[in-house]
């Protein structure tokens, strides 16, 4: 992989520097910030070589590239100018629906917390390796090699707040060096003190709650939230001869009264209660908290909205010192998205996949799971269904036995060490759940299968539901034609009304807007699947092709009336026969959007799947789609 030419191609596809907001990485994703999303090429980009995934997700636009993103940012970042790109940002209209809200939350809860977790990460093995030195005799805890061991692994969480201060103040666009300065207030020993008195402590007349700042999260984060619009105001106000020493203490002044006054305690009120809640459903549903959270992690990882739950994980680790949800459900999930992936190694006959589901595998079980997921899984279906059992059932174990988990680092065999405690019992609970989630994701991807891409030439694989031969209408190898199956306006399918088409959440395709009410089979293959409501039709072709044929939005309330389909499930069809008739008029009338949308459903198995735009209409004679 050339990592520079890599860096180039995501660049330009994603709208070039002046889109660029920010950019950062996590172990596996780009996380870019843009302007506007809608200029980024996401189907280009996903097709580049060395390019998993890529999704808009929590307000960050994400390309996933796997074990390699350290390089790839690294070569991105020197030729990204960030800070000329934000100066020149227009405002973009504020989002207030829950959707919104949401990803406008996530997206700031990623940039603060994930340039962190190398340093958290670090201490917190630190801490669990130390912990093992000493439980096994290599080490006393009276030595000063321990102390000092001790106070390295301790540093990074008791000044949690400095660290925060700073990813912060970048992630709000304000002065890094005085957000750093009030996290320096808070931790002050002085100030620690006077909090920590029996006396009632007050400033300015107004009384100042007791908070216990070291290893705290939000009060931090809150105060250069209110920092960076105190500092724009301090901006305009300061004359520019003094505005080196006004402008910051104009802040001073201002944020440090109302940190200790007001955002301390709130954001201590809110972090415990975010950890409360955490606790109050895992005290109401026990286990099945854990169960749930395993096997939603994978689809929550899609999305790359596991990084929303590091304010819960850090005070979790904070007090009482361990977490018990996310990081073991994550251990459970990453044992057995891996372990599936390896499944497919060995099962399957197509060399190519062979070679992606073994470097997946490895890379799950040791708890970065993307390129399993992505790679592998996704694209394969069945085996993300099988690891969502082994998952959910290494989770039970879990959730039963009360895993605990001691360090914020992605759970695999390498990093083990985070669930090790005094008590011994915890870190072979640890590895029971590991096993149990490999073991039986493993045999699970066995049992319910796949579907496999045999090669032609491998004469000593068994024929397995072998149908008998229908020649491909069209002679063509090199590419696969999907003819349009109706007559009407051809539309894109981000046009389409329907986020679950456009923003092609089931595969890419196009749309078509009917203008008579018949369907017609787009190649010759065989019928897969007709949905019960009559509205909806699965097709395969010869060469491999899975289409549907999505007749109307919403059509599915229609309970099947209106729709005659002229073929059963099994059937093997040809080119330009009649498949379903439907009365297009009545649908209309009954209120219905009568777009078609036409999607390639196994549209991750080709390089590029390509609409024909260039006429407005079309019909069973015309190709539509085109499949590379």
């Not at 904070?318 to 999930?333: F, I, K, N, Q």
Request: aromatic letters at 8%.
């Amino acid at each position: 992989m050339n990592h520079k030419q890599l860096a180039q191609s995501i660049m330009e596809l994603v709208g070039g520097n002046d889109n660029i907001n920010t950019a950062i990485h996590c172990s596996t994703r780009l996380r870019l910030t843009l302007k506007n999303p809608d200029v980024a090429k996401t189907a280009e980009i996903k097709n580049l070589d060395g390019v998993i995934g890529a999704v808009n997700s929590g307000g960050q636009y994400q390309v996933i590239i796997g074990n390699d993103v350290g390089y790839v940012y690294n070569e991105l970042a020197k030729m990204v100018d960030t800070q000329q790109s934000g100066e020149v940002q227009e405002k973009k209209k504020a989002d207030y629906s829950p959707k919104g809200l949401f990803n406008t939350f996530a997206s700031v809860i990623a940039g603060i917390f994930q340039p962190i977790i190398p340093a958290i990460a670090a201490s917190g093995m630190l801490k669990a390796l130390l912990l093992l030195a000493t439980v096994t005799g290599l080490m006393s805890k009276e030595s000063q090699t321990y102390t000092v061991l001790s106070v390295m692994s301790d540093a990074a969480f008791y000044f949690l707040p400095v660290l925060l201060a700073y990813s912060s103040a970048n992630k709000f666009k304000t002065n890094p060096f005085v957000a750093v300065l009030f996290a320096g207030i808070m931790l002050h020993p002085n100030m620690i003190g006077l909090l920590g008195g029996e006396d009632p402590v007050s400033f300015i007349g107004l009384p100042v709650a007791s908070v216990q700042n070291a290893s705290s999260v939000v009060p931090i984060i809150l105060t250069v939230w209110f920092m960076s619009y105190i500092e724009r105001f301090a901006d305009k106000v300061s004359p520019g001869p003094v505005k080196i020493f006004l402008k910051p203490l104009i802040v001073i002044l201002i944020v440090a009264p109302i940190a200790l006054i007001v955002l301390g305690p709130l954001g201590m009120y809110l972090g415990t209660g975010m950890s409360n809640l955490i606790y109050w459903i895992q005290d109401k549903i026990g286990w099945l908290t854990v169960v749930i959270m395993a096997i939603l992690m994978p689809l929550i990882v899609m999305f790359g909205m596991h990084k929303v739950f590091y304010p819960i994980i850090f005070a979790a680790l904070a007090s009482p010192g361990y977490e018990t949800l996310v990081l073991v459900a994550m251990l459970a999930s990453n044992m057995a998205q891996g372990a599936g992936a390896l499944a497919v190694s060995f099962k399957t006959k197509d060399v190519k996949l062979k070679q992606v589901a073994l470097s997946a595998g490895i890379s799950g079980v040791f708890g970065i799971t993307e390129p399993a997921l992505y790679g592998v899984h996704l694209r394969l279906k069945k085996t993300l269904f099988a690891c969502m059992i082994g998952a959910g059932i290494g989770g039970l174990f879990a959730g039963i036995v009360n895993l605990k988990a001691y360090a914020a680092v992605g759970p695999g065999i390498a990093s083990m060490p985070m669930f090790i405690s005094e008590d011994n019992m915890n870190i072979i609970y640890a590895i029971i759940t590991m096993l149990i989630s490999a073991i039986i994701a493993f045999i699970a991807v066995y049992v319910i299968g796949f579907q496999d891409v045999v090669p032609a030439t491998d004469s000593s694989v068994a024929k397995v539901e072998e149908k008998p031969e229908i020649k491909p209408s069209t002679g063509i190898k090199s590419k696969k034609v999907v003819f349009a199956p109706l007559e009407g306006k051809v539309l894109p399918l981000r046009e389409v009304k329907d986020e679950a088409f456009s923003q092609e959440a089931m595969g890419q395709g196009m749309a078509i807007q009917p203008s008579m009410g018949k369907v017609f089979a787009p190649f010759d293959g065989t019928v897969e699947t007709v949905f019960r409501t009559k509205h909806s039709i699965g097709l395969r072709s010869v060469d491999g092709v899975e289409l549907l044929i999505h007749v109307g939005l919403d059509t599915v309330k229609l309970k099947g009336q209106h729709f005659d389909v002229k073929v059963i499930e099994g059937e093997q069809i040809s080119h330009s026969q009649l498949l379903m008739e439907f009365d297009l008029a009545a649908i209309q009338a009954a209120g219905y959007d009568t777009t078609t949308p036409v999607i390639v459903t196994n549209s991750s198995d080709y390089l590029e799947v390509l609409g024909n735009e260039s006429s407005p209409i079309t019909g069973p004679e015309k190709p539509l789609i085109t499949v590379l």
